[in-house]
């Protein structure tokens, strides 16, 4: 049975208590996360700029292209290309090797990080050369989530890295931008059962609890 809680709360002695808003908000990570990277001095109101993206061989030539067409000179912050997807067997293996020529150009070109092809996954390498504590990464694959890290790691659509990367390297601001998100706590009694993830047993709620969101 679970539980949906409409109001206010903090976690007290094992169960939710009534909380004055926006106390517990304040206290999560994730919102110390947001605000650490929110430009727009509206705490209510989100510009975020992250702390680098990445994208791999299936999606990071259109958005480049896009963001040369849109007035890019130069990547603005940390950008790895991988060549971890189109490189499959799957896919058709060295037949997307233009692909792969294109990246690497481009990334000498605008000054990103290209990693070659079976050398490494691009959530792999992430992981290891940019997830930390307190970070904020954008990726091109749904899959770009790095939390057991407290990193804040996003997966969006090619046109939301289209935008950081399209404003010059010397400015602070970047048009990512939203709304500041409500915290949905929630109970569910028992264990989980096995294969089951965080991200993956709130689904068959999710839509009663977006709509109590907007």
């Known amino acids: 049975m679970i539980t949906i809680q409409n109001a206010p709360v ?3 002695d094992g169960r939710f208590a009534p909380a004055p808003h926006p106390q517990g908000r304040e206290g999560t990570m994730a919102h110390a996360i947001l605000m650490a990277h929110n430009t727009s001095g509206d705490p209510d109101r989100l510009s975020l700029r992250f702390d680098a993206m990445a994208s791999h ?3 990071y030539v259109g958005i480049i292209q896009t963001a040369r067409a849109s007035g890019m000179k130069e990547f603005p ?3 790895v290309l991988t060549n971890c997807h189109n490189s499959l067997c799957a896919v058709g293996g060295t037949i997307n090797e233009d692909d792969h020529v294109f990246g690497l150009s481009a990334a000498k070109k605008y000054g990103g990080e290209f990693v070659p092809a079976h050398q490494a996954v ?3 390498y992430m992981r290891e050369r940019y997830a930390a504590p307190g970070k ?4 091109s694959d749904s899959h770009t989530r790095y939390g057991a890290y407290g990193c804040m790691a996003v997966g969006e659509g090619g046109p939301e890295l289209v935008k950081q990367r399209s404003w010059p390297a010397s ?3 970047r048009p990512t931008t939203s709304h500041t998100p409500k915290s949905l706590p929630s109970t569910s009694p028992g264990r989980p059962g096995p294969g089951s993830a965080p991200r993956t047993w709130p689904w068959p709620w999710w839509g009663p609890p977006s709509k109590a969101a907007r």
């Open 136 to 139: 904020m990464i954008l990726g």
């Open 122 to 124: 691009i959530h792999s």
């Open 57 to 59: 061989d299936i999606t």
């Open 77 to 79: 912050l940390p950008y």
């Open 10 to 12: 903090r976690w007290q």
């Open 171 to 173: 400015s602070s601001a």
